[in-house]
């Protein structure tokens, strides 16, 4: 499904340059449960940023579905975004303005065959909160919102980055469960960034990032 | 050091009332380390910001050196805050505009005895990152700034939410080596709030909360 070859990515700042990304060679398969483990700093998000087609990468390739995310324009990678992925931020950003409810409906709208907003907010225990704004809501609700409006589309790809870094393992549990059952019933090709060794146990592949290369991959033979 | 009796906080939606705390007792001691657990939603961030003079409780009383933070005006919190408090928020709370250095930098300006940002920041590993503004720091990394700047100005209470929740697990006890040497050396009252076990191991003292009261508290005899 992603065929990552040779990618970097260099930010410039001034007189420096930051290596974040070193040349990845990275494949992610059809209806696969990928996590991604790795030092702070070490890549991550930048990587999934790159997957998702919210970031561009410096050079190499990123074939997705026959094209090459890193030579697609602006009007391509917007339409793949929108139409195949389901991105979980390490920051949320959810829309301060909207509540809880209207933050996954925003996505669900324009999505092909969605949940409904409520329904994607009880899998992950917030049905009692749907009219929160995020001033309202607790760390851990906030990111969980998030997760909700990730897998309301029922997107091809869902990407997260840290979706239970906010949570107690309870909580966290429960999230996992409905990242798992999207991926198991869906056949969705999930990528999960995670400081969290439990979900290590649901991965059927896990990538080990380290400065900003592949150092180790490992593959479970779980199903 | 702090003496909480009968917290209360509620929130007012509309028609509708939130009990985020439902009447806390509590004791933190001079010079220990206390570990603040609990479910997502239960009231722990509520109740560090009451205790760091950031928020307001809605009943109750919260002494601290001879004052009663509830009743105290604003002038008096502002003072509290800049002079006894160290605070690391779960959402990190950078200047976006300043640089990671610069963001320490303003903090120790006006305290009294403080460290040199850089020495804060090298404490947890980013005297690498110096010059870089929060959009060029990972998740981690900034998590890790202000961290840096709540421990530079010496505060005599050091509350940290989630201090490791966006780390991998050697650059979080990297972090809490940080927290537990000030904690040590200085004999800064500390609480953390976290969900990360490890950190249960070097506590004095272990509050569990569940839907806003305090369900147990386990004292460890570790000193
Ligand atoms: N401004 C607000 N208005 C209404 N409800 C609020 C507000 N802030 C918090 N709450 C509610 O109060 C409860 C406690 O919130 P708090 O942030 O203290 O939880 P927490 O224990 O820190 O959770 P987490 O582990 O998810 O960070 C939550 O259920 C939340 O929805
Ligand atoms: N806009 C930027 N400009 C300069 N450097 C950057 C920028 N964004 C990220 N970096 C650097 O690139 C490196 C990789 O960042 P990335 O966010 O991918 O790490 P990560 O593995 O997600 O870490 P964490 O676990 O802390 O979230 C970091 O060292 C960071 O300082
Ligand atoms: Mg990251
Ligand atoms: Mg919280």
Known sequence: VFHAEGVTKVYR??????????????????????????????????????????????????????????????????????????????????????TARENVAVVTEIARD???????????????RLDHFPSQLSG???????????????????????PTGALDSKTGVQVLAAIERINRELGTTTAVITHNAVIGGMADRVIHLSDGRVAQVEVNQRR
Request: charged share 20%.
């Open 13 to 98: 700042m001034g007189e420096m340059e930051i290596h974040a990304l070193r040349g990845i060679d990275l494949e992610l398969y059809a209806g696969e449960l990928t996590v991604m483990l790795g030092a702070s700093g070490s890549g991550k998000s930048t990587l999934l940023n790159i997957l998702g087609g919210l970031d561009s990468a410096t050079g190499g390739s990123v074939r997705y579905g026959g094209q090459d995310l890193v030579r697609a324009d602006d009007q391509t990678l917007t339409a793949y975004r929108r139409d195949h992925v389901g991105f979980v931020f390490q920051f949320y950003n959810l829309i301060s303005s909207l």
């Open 114 to 128: 969605p949940m409904p907003p409520e329904e994607a907010l009880a899998l992950v225990g917030l049905e009692g």
């Open 140 to 162: 851990g609700e906030q990111q969980r919102v998030a997760i909700a409006r990730a897998i309301a589309k029922r997107p091809a790809v869902l990407l997260c980055d840290e």
